[in-house]
Nanobody, 125 residues
Framework: QVQLVESGGGLVQAGGSLRLSCAASGRTISTGNMAWVRQAPGKEREFVAAISRYGGSTDYADSVKGRFTISRDNAKNTVYLQMSSLKPEDTGVYYC??????????????????WGQGTQVTVSS
């Protein structure tokens, strides 16, 4: 089993920045590709960003490209999401997720096996 714990969410004004962290514990060898997924009120979970096992590849949803940066520190078993130029539409619960499946499935929310409890991000206008 893998446990994921997110932190760093909060309330920020539009145009501001936040940095989310996700600490992994347990069988961390199983945390291959990792991703951030968000869920806005009344909407389904949507892919935000993903990073491959050793950080060599990253991918972003079009809505956050150029504003968000995903990174990982495998020595610390931690994944980060640096969010800049935040918009009210970025509001939601942000989840950290992990999977051992192929990189080709990185944008499929259903491909992720391990999930954190989520951290709330609220962007005010």
């Amino acid at each position: 089993q893998v446990q994921l714990v997110e932190s760093g969410g909060g309330l920020v004004q539009a145009g501001g920045s936040l940095r989310l962290s996700c600490a992994a514990s347990g069988r961390t060898i199983s945390t291959g590709n990792m991703a951030w997924v968000r869920q806005a009120p009344g909407k389904e979970r949507e892919f935000v960003a993903a990073i491959s096992r050793y950080g060599g590849s990253t991918d972003y949803a079009d809505s956050v490209k150029g504003r968000f940066t995903i990174s990982r520190d495998n020595a610390k078993n931690t994944v980060y999401l640096q969010m800049s130029s935040l918009k009210p539409e970025d509001t939601g619960v942000y989840y950290c997720a992990a999977t051992s499946t192929d990189w080709a499935a990185r944008r499929l929310v259903s491909a992720y096996v391990y999930w954190g409890q989520g951290t709330q991000v609220t962007v005010s206008s």
